[in-house]
């Protein structure tokens, strides 16, 4: 066997031709039946071929082997979402009595060439289902990792919010949340995973007792950048239905209030507002001059609430052109509210 | 402004059709009954669709049934949900539904239906509101929504609405555009678009329009061509596509085309596939882009061959 070329990187070697490997010795490749259309003769890589013949052969044949999970390793390796192949490694470890932890660490090697891949991810739940609350820990081991690399892998956090789920895990889930929320505060997953953990974890009380010190939190992250769309978003969410604690609570104009002030990416700040007075919010002067002071034209006194509704609808129809059909039809609701 | 060259288009999907052997096509191999409703339904929008043999298409589709009912990715895979669904969407195309036998795909899509009225994808159990939407959307086209139980249905979908008017994979998971898609077409085909809370849906589909006039997932992404379908899809669904720059994104997808070989990529200068192809032709046809046909939203078919389906026999 030649010697492996140290220059592609890790895991590869040079090919040792699978009709040549005893423990493949009397399988019968078979080729993919493709259907319609002449088969044109054009070279791939053999490894490629040979492997998805000889799994094809193995699989037509429902040989449930150690030498067929070798070969779905092999497949994998190739070609990662094929799902029949990952079928079919399910059906060999429950027929040969899988080492599942053996068997996360497989899933590991694939996730880091493969990390947005379903087959890899739902193969991951299905052998963690295995281990039970004992794998809870590595689980989000695993996951953590993945987020060193893209903290918004979409099946990662699908994973994770399984994994607290049903195996548990709940105690430093907020701390991880404002972990990545230090990292890249940008981060919507993190924000989403944040309100997933204070609404649902068992061990902080809910929505209810967590308001307050959530409140905070956003704004803390809103005054940091207020162009940031999730924390004006989190802040919506922990108010849900309960429209009077939201228009009551006077941090949130007060938040709105210093974001106007400073006269930059105020577009949230100005939308929040709107959202409040489309709920009976009677905003002081402070807030009426504020607004006021950010129009561009003049648009005439300020005076009923639906002339600030109206001016905050012209400033951000100025100020975010791409959406000015919005902006124009929250003007005509506001108007026709008054 | 650039211009859609379709003819380029149509070319590039028949030369990736006709690869049979190559790297990329065995590759794919797996994803071939997708791979056909992407290209196909392509080539239909731009008006192509008879340069292909539908017969021998239809012949292959079928070989790739599985005694439970539903269909492979190709011939001899395991059966899946969503390449059933791919596989009676061409055959809508080719109006040859008929070639089914009706009561074993139900049966099959029927059966994955769980408790609670989520759907997993296959027999291993995977659940996802995709699987809802395909599953509506696939027994709505065989006229036999009544075989799931569909209240359930729409309460699993509702379950995973968030705070933010959007929708997760499952309840609790982040509002992404491909989801939000899943669950309002999955709403729309069920006549349970009550449930959304249209304005705010409305306003945060609009704010997933960037700089560059393109579409992204979820906040703070880079856009991709295939948001132009699901999230423009969903506020065509939710009647609030008036809220985005429509100029701004048709020349975004525009600029994701290979004018020299055909094919539109995921963003300007990347390269083209069949998936980011037909989702930026679909995005033209929402937008009502000349030369090309209309496509229904929540089947995401041609109207012609939707309007086929429940009201017989039309002009074309």
Redesign the interface.
């Known amino acids: 066997m030649a010697s492996s070329s140290s220059s592609e990187g890790e895991g590869r070697r040079a090919w040792v031709p699978l009709a040549s490997r005893p423990e493949f010795a009397g399988v019968t490749p078979l080729p993919q039946d493709d259907g319609p259309s002449p088969v044109v003769a054009i070279a791939y890589r053999d490894d490629f071929r040979e492997t998805m013949d000889y799994f094809r052969s193995l699989y037509s044949s429902r040989e449930l082997s150690p030498r067929s999970l070798l070969l779905t390793s092999l497949a994998i390796s190739v070609n990662p979402a094929n799902y029949t192949v990952w079928h079919f490694r399910r059906q060999v470890l429950e027929a040969l009595g899988a080492d599942w932890t053996e068997e996360l660490g497989f899933t590991e090697g694939v996730a880091k060439r493969n990390a947005k891949n379903y087959q890899l991810w739902h193969h991951r739940r299905w052998v963690a289902e295995k281990l039970g609350p004992d794998a809870a820990s590595r689980e989000l081991e695993f996951t953590r990792k993945i987020f060193c690399l893209d903290a918004k892998n979409y099946h990662a956090w699908s994973h994770r919010q399984w994994v607290l789920q049903a195996l548990g895990g709940w105690e430093d889930e907020l701390d991880y949340c404002a972990q990545l929320l230090e990292e890249d505060v940008f981060n919507n997953s993190a924000w989403n995973q944040r309100y997933f953990v204070i609404t649902k974890s068992p061990s902080l009380g809910g929505l209810n007792a967590m308001r307050d010190s959530e409140v905070d939190y956003a704004i803390e992250a809103i005054h940091a950048n207020p162009e940031n769309e999730s924390p004006w978003r989190y802040l919506r969410g922990l108010y849900n239905d309960e429209n009077e604690a939201w228009l009551n609570d006077s941090r949130v104009h007060s938040a709105c209030l210093r974001v106007l002030k400073a006269k930059r990416n105020f577009k949230f700040a100005l939308s929040t507002l709107l959202d409040l007075l489309g709920l009976g919010f009677k905003p002081n002067q402070e807030i009426k001059d504020a607004i006021t002071s950010l129009r561009t034209s003049d648009l005439g006194e300020a005076g009923s609430d639906s002339d600030l509704a109206n001016s905050i609808c012209s400033i951000l129809g100025l100020e975010d052109p791409m959406r000015a059909n919005y902006w124009t039809w929250r003007k005509q609701q506001a108007s026709s509210s008054s | 402004m650039g211009e859609l060259v379709g003819n380029k288009h149509v070319e590039y999907i028949l030369s990736v059709?006709?690869?049979?052997?190559?790297?990329l096509s065995?590759?794919m191999?797996?994803?071939?009954m997708n791979g056909a409703y992407w290209g196909l339904s392509a080539l239909d929008l731009l008006g192509k669709l008879d340069t292909v043999?539908s017969e021998?298409?239809v012949?292959?589709i079928m070989?790739c049934q599985h005694e439970s009912g539903g269909f492979?990715?190709?011939?001899?895979?395991?059966p899946?949900v969503h390449y059933t669904l791919s596989a009676v969407q061409v055959l809508a195309l080719f109006d040859k539904l008929d070639v089914l036998d009706i009561d074993k795909v139900t049966g099959y899509v029927a059966s994955l239906q769980k408790e609670d009225g989520s759907f997993s994808g296959?027999t291993?159990?995977?659940v996802d509101t995709r699987f809802s939407y395909i599953a509506i959307c696939c027994l709505s086209i065989l006229k036999r929504l009544d075989s799931m139980d569909v209240e359930k249905a729409v309460k699993y979908i509702v379950s995973c609405k968030?705070?933010?008017g959007g929708f997760?994979?499952?309840p609790?998971?982040?509002?992404?555009a491909g989801q939000i898609f899943c669950c309002v077409g999955a709403l729309a085909i069920t006549g349970s678009l009550h449930h959304i809370d249209k304005d705010l849906l409305?306003?945060?589909l609009?704010?997933r329009?960037v700089k560059s006039?393109g579409l992204n997932g979820?906040?703070?992404?880079l856009p991709d061509v295939c948001y132009s379908w699901w999230v423009l899809c969903s506020l065509i669904m939710i009647d609030r596509a008036?809220?985005?720059?429509k100029e701004?994104l048709i020349k975004f997808i525009l600029n994701c085309q290979d004018t020299e070989n055909g094919g539109i990529s995921d963003r300007p200068d990347d390269a083209a596939d069949v998936y980011h192809t037909f989702f930026g032709v679909a995005g033209l046809s929402l937008l009502e882009y000349p030369g090309v046909k209309a496509i229904d939203p929540a089947y995401a078919l041609p109207v012609n061959v939707v309007n086929r389906i429940f009201f017989g026999r039309c002009s074309t």
Not at chain 2, 18 to 23: H, M, Q, V
Not at chain 2, 72 to 78: E, M, Y
């Open positions: 059709e006709r690869r049979k052997d190559d790297f065995v590759l191999d797996h994803l071939r043999d021998d298409i012949s292959w070989k492979g990715g190709n011939i001899g895979h395991d899946h296959d291993w159990g995977e968030n705070m933010d997760g994979c499952t609790g998971g982040e509002s992404h409305g306003w945060w609009c704010e329009q006039g979820r906040p703070e992404k008036h809220w985005i720059d701004k």
